[in-house]
């Protein structure tokens, strides 16, 4: 008699054997507020791209720069924190900077300065640790619009004689610039009336 021999395929779902984290390393973030969970992507032995199971546990240390809140990251404070991915026994970890704005820093003031009708351009710009941050709106004013005036571009128009304080403000953070403007000299060319 003939028994039929039966091959039985089983398919066996791929089994995870890395965790990585997509994107920039480490993520800089210049405020306080959320920011998404990193991107975890989850790889066989091969490095091929699985589908994330479910299981997949987030935790960041230390709870006074960075907190897990649901499915984002809540920023707390200036400093570094490790964010850590685990899925079983497989572990990733991503650093975050939390790098807060620090420093106004005002450019432009002629030297010397020159007297009162003049006019020049000041510039400023956000720092966080030395490090420039793009975008950021900074605020300029004068303490005496009489001595001089500088509007939201940083035109500033000196009108006359006296001892004036330009300030650029970005959040709480302040930078002010002293200025002691000069009557503007008379043109000897042109005579003067007795």
């Given at each position: 008699?003939?028994?039929?021999?039966?091959?039985?395929?089983l398919?066996?779902?791929?089994?995870?054997?890395?965790?990585?984290?997509a994107?920039?390393?480490?993520?800089?973030?210049?405020?306080?507020?959320?920011?998404?969970?990193p991107?975890?992507?989850?790889?066989d032995?091969?490095?091929n791209?699985?589908?994330?199971?479910?299981?997949?546990?987030?935790?960041?240390?230390?709870?006074t720069?960075?907190?897990?809140?649901?499915?984002?990251?809540?920023?707390?404070?200036?400093?570094?924190?490790?964010?850590?991915?685990?899925?079983?026994d497989l572990?990733v970890t991503?650093?975050?900077?939390?790098?807060l704005?620090?420093?106004?820093?005002?450019?432009?003031?002629?030297d010397?300065?020159p007297?009162?009708?003049?006019?020049?351009?000041?510039?400023?710009?956000?720092?966080?640790?030395?490090?420039?941050?793009?975008?950021?709106?900074?605020?300029?004013?004068?303490s005496?619009?009489?001595?001089?005036?500088?509007?939201?571009?940083?035109m500033?128009t000196?009108?006359?004689?006296g001892?004036?304080?330009?300030?650029?403000?970005?959040?709480?953070?302040?930078?002010?610039?002293?200025?002691v403007?000069?009557a503007?000299?008379?043109?000897?060319?042109?005579?003067?009336?007795?």
């Amino acid at each position: 008699m003939f028994t039929p021999l039966v091959t039985i395929l089983l398919a066996c779902a791929p089994t995870p054997a890395s965790l990585s984290v997509a994107g920039e390393s480490p993520v800089v973030v210049h405020e306080l507020g959320t920011l998404p969970l990193p991107t975890v992507q989850v790889l066989d032995a091969n490095g091929n791209v699985l589908p994330t199971p479910e299981g997949l546990a987030f935790s960041v240390a230390p709870p006074t720069v960075a907190t897990i809140l649901g499915d984002r990251i809540e920023t707390h404070a200036d400093g570094d924190a490790i964010v850590t991915v685990t899925l079983g026994d497989l572990v990733v970890t991503a650093p975050i900077l939390v790098s807060l704005p620090d420093t106004v820093e005002v450019t432009g003031v002629p030297d010397p300065l020159p007297s009162a009708g003049a006019t020049f351009q000041l510039a400023a710009r956000v720092l966080a640790d030395g490090d420039v941050i793009a975008d950021r709106e900074v605020v300029f004013a004068s303490s005496d619009p009489g001595v001089a005036v500088v509007d939201a571009t940083g035109m500033v128009t000196l009108l006359a004689p006296g001892v004036v304080t330009l300030s650029a403000t970005h959040a709480s953070i302040r930078t002010d610039v002293a200025l002691v403007v000069t009557a503007a000299e008379a043109d000897p060319a042109v005579p003067t009336q007795l």
